[in-house]
């Protein structure tokens, strides 16, 4: 069982930055390729960015392409999300998800929010405009 909680968010303003973390319990973290969704109100959960066991590969959904950087360091079982350029409409709960290290992850599973076996609680981010 992997455990994930998520930190960092809060209230910004359009054009503001945030770091947002995410620290797993499982001390075989290496094994896992992680994820970010968001959920906005009224919306579905939606992929934001992903990442492989060692950093090597990583991938973002279009709409923050060149604003948001994930990032991992597993000597501290965390997870990263920078957001930068924040706009209104990425106001929504950042979740951090768990799946493990495959080649599925590869071929497209890492932007399916059923292919992740572990979620955190997740962190608000409300950005005004």
């Known amino acids: 069982q992997v455990q994930l909680v998520e930190s960092g968010g809060g209230l910004v303003q359009a054009g503001d930055s945030l770091s947002l973390s995410c620290a797993a319990s499982?001390?075989?973290?290496?094994?896992?390729?992680m994820g970010w969704f968001r959920q906005a109100p009224g919306k579905e959960r939606e992929f934001v960015a992903a990442?492989?066991?060692?950093?090597?590969?990583?991938y973002y959904a279009d709409s923050v392409k060149g604003r948001f950087t994930i990032a991992r360091d597993n000597a501290r079982n965390t997870v990263y999300l920078q957001v930068n350029s924040l706009k209104p409409e990425d106001t929504a709960v950042y979740y951090c998800a768990a799946q493990p290290e495959r080649g599925t992850f590869y071929s497209g599973s890492y932007y399916l929010p059923s292919r992740y076996n572990y979620w955190g609680q997740g962190t608000q981010v409300t950005v005004s405009s």
């Open positions: 990442i492989n066991w060692n950093g090597g590969s990583t």
């Open positions: 499982e001390r075989t973290f290496v094994r896992y390729a």
